[in-house]
């Protein structure tokens, strides 16, 4: 099922105001399994109704799988996770082709076996713990929405969303996300520790004699509905024009601020403007506005841009980090009055 089909079923001022409304209930869903990180909790919705995937960056231990878990049980979505281990391959991830055989006519043929990969919601545990080759395949799947095996192309299922984590590159045994497949995710999301009183509320919930049950409030299609709603947020000419600049600014040249020129290496490229209007109008839908905002844009610049600049040796020298770079952007370059 397409979006725009999805759309036109839901058409109309009162289909887009239950389907806002039921977005409200699944932030109210997934709080009832996921104690605190709110601001990733939005930043994975944001990667939802856009449309994209999304990394997460953080140590063991912070809820990640248990949050696209209850995001699965919330949507009733197929949820599926895999753990990169240096060992996996592949077919491991994508899928094989087994030989069978007709016992009536004694033929023999084969048949493709789909992989883990073929799911709604795809959590990719680990993704720098495995070699290029076997991040490499997942990195195209998630580009073309496709799995093409023996000459023959298999369509993975709508809405397909990947939500791959990732160690802190100082820990041993990792292998880097080469710049352009990073490129291919629409948002870098951190993940830190909880609060003291966070921390305190999930040890209560986990360790008593029922744990959260996560109800189902949203079907697949009111997903896709969603996702068409996005492309229909107003985003001004004047905030086209200076995420243009922003992204442009990312570059190091003549014209970039001097934050750039001394930290950066290589900036963001042309699909970095594209998420950040994109995830912007997003923002928006999820508050309940039919307009982005210039504090939509803001909040999701480091989200977007954090992963596609490449640092300089100077910036690694002075401890400066990619949000470093984003702030001095937003400083040099300030938001219209739209």
């Known amino acids: 099922m397409n979006t725009k089909a999805v759309a036109d079923e839901v058409g109309g001022e009162a289909g887009l105001q239950a389907l806002l409304a039921r977005l409200g209930e699944l932030r109210g869903a997934i709080a009832q399994a996921i104690v605190g990180q709110d601001e990733v909790v939005e930043q994975l919705l944001i990667g939802l109704l856009a449309g994209g995937h999304c990394l997460l960056e953080g140590v063991p231990g912070l809820g990640k799988t248990l949050l696209v878990r209850s995001l699965g049980q919330a949507l009733e979505l197929q949820f599926r996770r895999v753990q990169f281990t240096p060992d996996l391959m592949p077919s491991d991830l994508l899928g094989t082709e087994l030989l069978e055989e007709d016992h009536g006519t004694g033929h023999r043929h084969f048949r493709f076996q789909p992989g883990p990969i073929f799911t709604h919601l795809l959590l990719a545990d680990e993704l720098n713990r495995t070699p290029p080759k076997t991040q490499a395949a997942l990195l195209e799947a ?83 509905a969603l996702q068409a709603r996005v492309r229909e947020v107003h985003l001004s000419e004047d905030l086209l024009r200076w995420i243009t600049r922003l992204v442009r600014a990312s570059r190091p040249g003549d014209g970039a601020p001097a934050e750039v020129r001394q930290w950066v290496k290589w900036g963001a490229g042309p699909r970095a403007g594209q998420s950040l209007a994109l995830a912007s109008k997003a923002r928006a839908l999820l508050h309940g506005r039919l307009a982005a905002t210039r504090e939509d844009v803001i909040a999701l610049a480091a989200p977007v841009m954090r992963h596609r600049l490449l640092l300089s040796f100077a910036a690694e020298a002075e401890s400066r980090s990619a949000d470093d770079v984003v702030a001095a952007l937003l400083r040099a370059l300030p938001a219209p009055d739209a």
Not at 166 to 188: C, V
Not at 209 to 218: H, I
């Open 142 to 224: 998630m580009q073309e929405r496709t799995v093409s095996y023996a000459g023959v192309t298999h369509a993975l299922p709508a809405p397909f969303f990947v939500l791959a984590t990732q160690n802190p590159l100082e820990q041993a045994g990792t292998y880097p996300l080469p710049e352009a497949q990073l490129d291919r995710f629409l948002l870098h999301i951190r993940v830190g520790y909880p609060s003291e009183n966070e921390e305190h509320d999930i040890l209560r919930q986990t360790t008593g004699s029922r744990g959260a049950q996560v109800p189902r409030v949203m079907h697949g299609a009111d997903l896709l």
